[in-house]
């Protein structure tokens, strides 16, 4: 694999769950953190959740206590779980390294999060 392939985005209620899930190839995975990213219409992309080869994970203020980053090292997959999510919440998102050692890979075509009544 030689791409970055999200999935899992879709339409949900306010207050709902998602599980994000991103295969990436092996050569970035497994010496690079790996972030989500998010960008919503007329916003700049920004970084959401990070985490270390090691399974450190950071998240922004904005997620922090609803949303969950993990990574598979066998699978090359990283996964974001979205709890009490919020309109706000609302925009494509997107996987890529964070990891401010190392260039971003390029970019996938993202998943489509929407949250909405």
């Known amino acids: 694999q030689v791409r970055l392939v999200e999935s899992g985005g879709d339409l949900v209620q306010p207050g709902g769950s998602l599980r994000l899930s991103c295969a990436a190839p092996?050569?970035?995975?497994?010496?690079?953190?790996m972030g989500w990213y998010r960008q919503a219409p007329g916003k700049e992309r920004e970084l959401v959740a990070r985490i270390t080869p090691g399974g450190r994970p950071n998240y922004a203020d904005s997620v922090k206590g609803r949303f969950t980053i993990s990574r598979d090292n066998a699978k090359n997959t990283v996964y974001l779980q979205m709890n009490s999510l919020k309109p706000e919440d609302t925009a494509v998102y997107y996987c890529n390294v964070a990891d401010p050692s190392s260039d971003y890979f390029p970019w996938g075509q993202g998943t489509q999060v929407t949250v909405s009544s």
């Open positions: 092996e050569s970035i995975f497994s010496i690079n953190a």
